[in-house]
């Protein structure tokens, strides 16, 4: 075998590359008698046995009737992804936020900047990891809670009405992503996704200035976000933020066909709440420049 990791694996490697050392010696061409001496004649059968008596027993006819009857194995048998799965985990994320949003917005809606930090350094320690971690990510989820519980506690106190109309605005769009997506009037292909990759950049960019602006006493207010213009960027963020949600979707498609560990059910879940995550806060923050734009 010319490949190594065959040609270095226990199980399918030759024998003189497994573990132990040199190959087995030979042994003599198959129906060659033993020599004179070491053994019974050629041909004839151990002492007290039988021909026919060696080798597999033959299976029970009521085994192999079960056997054949039996259902086909299932991904949930082979532990392989579904979109149940991938369904339960996102629902049980989603209501955990929804939880600790409320908590946070009643209790103590200030400690949002908290929330932010912690939830991005767990977001990029979750994006990057091989394998996913349950506990990571929830805890990801909890700290995502405090910030939006929080935020939205801030733009609901100056804005009135944004917050229901952002839930509404992400569920629709989110059903309407799904929508497309399972009919196939969108489909991800890879200039989809290199256009995708490239309007994301250029807005991640945009908004990095636009914060450095504001921060830097260069402009108030909303910034470069003010105004129709404002309106216009908010717009293109939430199709980003939509386009993402389909590409999430054919992500997730690909993992179930292609047989996936479940565990990864954990990894599309968080896949999902970040970019519903984005969506939220882009419909947040177009309803709160719509109402300061009156």
């Not at 082979?78 to 339960?88: A, E, F």
């Not at 976000?225 to 980003?240: D, E, Y």
């Amino acid at each position: 075998m010319s490949n190594p990791v065959f040609n270095n694996s226990a199980v399918f490697g030759e024998p003189k590359n497994r573990r132990g050392g040199a190959a087995t010696q030979a042994g003599p061409a198959y129906g060659t008698p033993p020599p004179q001496g070491q053994g019974p004649a050629y041909g004839t059968p151990p002492q007290g046995a039988q021909w026919g008596a060696y080798g597999a027993q033959a299976a029970d006819a009521a085994t192999l009737n079960q056997m054949y009857d039996a259902p086909s194995a299932t991904t949930a048998d082979t532990k392989r992804l579904t979109y149940d799965d991938v369904i339960m985990k996102t629902g049980g994320l989603l209501a955990l936020l929804v939880v600790v949003g409320a908590a946070t917005w009643v209790v103590a809606p200030g400690i949002w900047p908290i929330g932010a930090v912690v939830g991005l350094v767990l977001g990029l320690v979750n994006a990057f990891k091989r394998n996913p971690s349950p506990l990571l990510i929830t805890l990801y989820t909890v700290a995502q809670g405090v910030f939006l519980g929080g935020i939205s506690a801030f733009y609901e106190s100056f804005y009135d009405g944004v917050v229901p109309s952002a839930v509404v605005a992400t569920v629709a769009t989110f059903a309407a992503a799904l929508f497309l997506f399972k009919s196939g009037k969108v489909r991800v292909t890879p200039k989809f996704t290199r256009w995708l990759l490239i309007a994301m950049v250029g807005y991640l960019a945009f908004s990095l200035v636009n914060v450095g602006l504001i921060l830097f006493g260069v402009l108030d207010g909303w910034g470069l976000r003010g105004g129709t213009l404002g309106i216009v960027i908010s717009l293109v963020a939430v199709g980003l933020a939509a386009a993402s949600l389909i590409v999430d979707f054919d992500s997730i498609k690909r993992g179930v066909e292609g047989g996936v560990p479940a565990k990864f059910a954990w990894s599309a879940a968080f896949g999902l709440l970040v970019t519903l995550v984005w969506l939220y806060l882009e419909f947040l923050r177009l309803f709160a420049i719509l109402q300061s734009s009156d």
